[in-house]
């Protein structure tokens, strides 16, 4: 079994930033590669970025792109999301997630094993 909490979210203004942690604790976190997810009220659930179990690849989607940045530190168990430039279309829940079938990252959220309990994130315009 795998815990996964966040934290780091708050309420920022359009252009300003965040950082989002996750700390992983359970089985090995560098074993398996982790993702950060998204949802939005009346949405459905998007991803957002994620990382290999090295660090070594990293994998954003198109909207987040050139603006967040996802990072993670082995020997803390902890993976991060460095967001900036933050739009009011950012505002949501943000949930880390656990693959542990894989070492490669994943879009897909029906891959991941292991999900956080979520951190709002609110950008007010």
């Known amino acids: 079994q795998v815990q996964l909490v966040e934290s780091g979210g708050g309420l920022v203004q359009a252009g300003g930033s965040l950082r989002l942690s996750c700390a992983a604790s359970?089985?090995?976190?560098?074993?398996?590669?982790m993702g950060w997810f998204r949802q939005a009220p009346g949405k459905e659930r998007e991803f957002v970025a994620a990382?290999?179990?090295?660090?070594?690849?990293?994998y954003y989607a198109d909207s987040v792109k050139g603006r967040f940045t996802i990072s993670r530190d082995n020997a803390k168990n902890t993976v991060y999301l460095q967001m900036n430039s933050l739009k009011p279309e950012d505002t949501a829940v943000y949930y880390c997630?656990?693959?542990?079938?894989?070492?490669?990252?994943?879009?897909?959220?029906?891959?991941?094993?292991?999900w956080g309990q979520g951190t709002q994130v609110t950008v007010s315009s």
């Open positions: 997630a656990a693959d542990d079938g894989s070492t490669a990252t994943s879009p897909n959220g029906y891959e991941y094993d292991y």
């Open positions: 359970g089985r090995t976190f560098s074993s398996y590669a």
């Open positions: 990382i290999s179990w090295s660090g070594g690849s990293t």
